[in-house]
């Protein structure tokens, strides 16, 4: 069941950070899970040692490892934006 909810709110987090960055339109559902977990990735290893919680990929479903997953999905979404276009939207 844990999975179920780790692919979900990836998702919804991926989708979220997707129409911050706008890039939406670019993505579909699949792509928008793999940004919300990955970004959590990034989230745990850039973010969460100086906030001091953990992300979705740890099982910690808090509003502070939210937070945290959802700005590593937009750090991702810059990177990608950067490496694409030149440009960070």
Known sequence: MNFII???IGGVLGWLAS???????QQGMILNVVV?????LVGGW????MVGTGTINQGDFSIAALVVSFVGALVLLAIVNLLRRGTPR
């Open 6 to 8: 780790w692919i979900v």
């Open 19 to 25: 129409i911050v960055m706008k890039t939406d339109a």
């Open 36 to 40: 919300g977990v990955v970004g959590a």
């Open 46 to 49: 850039l973010l969460a040692p």
